[in-house]
DNA sequence: ATGGTCGCCGAGCGA
């Protein structure tokens, strides 16, 4: 099973340019992030037309999460729980940036898609919304180590891990992606037994899942590594292949961020 | 260099 997240950056701007990608690159199951759309005016049936069920937990304007399989999307729950319970859809969260469900191969894994607060400026309240998100987090997190069963958390985490996942780490030193509060967060996520997918395969610096569209950053080569995949050790267990489509970025009209692939034998 | 670039939607915010 071949499972892509990617950060759309606003999905009817794009749609031509993801149904082009879903048809030659075929994933089984797609996490989106930024949609930028509410459910009711998603661009469902273009993916549909592909073989896709969708699942989307949208919000007007800004942020929001959707789910694309080949496979049926069961147990579909939306918001990550421990919020102010004030989202669309009964959601614990005013801003829509979680979506979970089950697919189910030659065994079920639970698919988690989120989109992580950014946090600038920092400090401040967003950035105190970005601690207290990861948090709300890491519980959840747990919950799932605890059922000891395969499970992916993917998305984008507006989160540099490490001085490596950023061309110029100097330039991020004050930034919520790369503060020390946010890297320890990111950190207590792994410590609690996850796997981060694309680490886990390849070792040293240059590998990027966003480019600013300011200052020519592609074609510099400026990036950082934001979008993460974390594996359940039963999900580890099953991990034939992680990379990332940097070649996206190069596209016409392209997102700032780029798909990341990881292939589980499920 | 007090801008720079996008997408939301139709002003200014968020990233």
């Given at each position: 099973m071949r499972i892509a997240t990617f950060n759309i950056n606003g999905v009817k701007a794009r749609i031509g340019a993801l149904t082009d990608w879903l048809s030659d690159s075929q994933p089984d199951v797609v996490l989106l992030q930024?949609?930028?759309?509410v459910d009711e005016t998603f661009p469902r049936e273009a993916i549909e037309d592909l073989g896709y069920n969708v699942e989307t937990h949208g919000q007007k304007g800004f942020n929001g999460v959707a789910l694309l399989s080949k496979y049926p999307l069961e147990d579909v729950t939306r918001g990550l729980p421990g919020?102010?319970?004030?989202?669309?859809?009964?959601?614990?969260?005013?801003?829509?940036r979680y979506i979970e469900a089950t697919v189910v191969g030659q065994q079920a894994i639970r698919l988690c898609g989120l989109y992580l607060p950014n946090g600038n400026p920092a400090p401040g309240p967003k950035y105190d919304y970005k601690l207290r998100w990861m948090d709300r987090l890491r519980t959840r997190a747990q919950d799932l180590l605890n059922a000891e069963a395969p499970a992916l958390l993917a998305g984008?985490?507006?989160?540099?891990?490490?001085?490596?996942?950023?061309?110029?780490?100097e330039a991020w030193r004050d930034d919520a992606l790369f503060l020390p509060e946010s890297r320890a967060a990111f950190r207590r996520l792994l410590n609690l037994?996850?796997?981060?997918a694309f680490r886990a395969r390849t070792r040293g610096p240059?590998?990027?899942s966003f480019w600013d569209y300011q200052g020519g950053a592609w074609d510099r080569n400026d990036g950082i590594r934001i979008d993460h995949v974390l594996l359940t050790p039963q999900a580890a267990d099953l991990m034939q292949d992680c990379w990332i489509?940097?070649?996206?970025?190069?596209?016409?009209?392209?997102?700032?961020h780029v798909p990341v692939w990881v292939d589980l034998a499920i």
């Amino acid at each position: 099973m071949r499972i892509a997240t990617f950060n759309i950056n606003g999905v009817k701007a794009r749609i031509g340019a993801l149904t082009d990608w879903l048809s030659d690159s075929q994933p089984d199951v797609v996490l989106l992030q930024e949609i930028k759309s509410v459910d009711e005016t998603f661009p469902r049936e273009a993916i549909e037309d592909l073989g896709y069920n969708v699942e989307t937990h949208g919000q007007k304007g800004f942020n929001g999460v959707a789910l694309l399989s080949k496979y049926p999307l069961e147990d579909v729950t939306r918001g990550l729980p421990g919020g102010e319970g004030t989202g669309r859809d009964g959601a614990d969260d005013a801003e829509a940036r979680y979506i979970e469900a089950t697919v189910v191969g030659q065994q079920a894994i639970r698919l988690c898609g989120l989109y992580l607060p950014n946090g600038n400026p920092a400090p401040g309240p967003k950035y105190d919304y970005k601690l207290r998100w990861m948090d709300r987090l890491r519980t959840r997190a747990q919950d799932l180590l605890n059922a000891e069963a395969p499970a992916l958390l993917a998305g984008d985490y507006n989160v540099i891990p490490q001085d490596e996942d950023a061309a110029r780490p100097e330039a991020w030193r004050d930034d919520a992606l790369f503060l020390p509060e946010s890297r320890a967060a990111f950190r207590r996520l792994l410590n609690l037994g996850y796997t981060e997918a694309f680490r886990a395969r390849t070792r040293g610096p240059g590998h990027y899942s966003f480019w600013d569209y300011q200052g020519g950053a592609w074609d510099r080569n400026d990036g950082i590594r934001i979008d993460h995949v974390l594996l359940t050790p039963q999900a580890a267990d099953l991990m034939q292949d992680c990379w990332i489509e940097a070649e996206m970025r190069g596209r016409e009209k392209p997102s700032d961020h780029v798909p990341v692939w990881v292939d589980l034998a499920i």
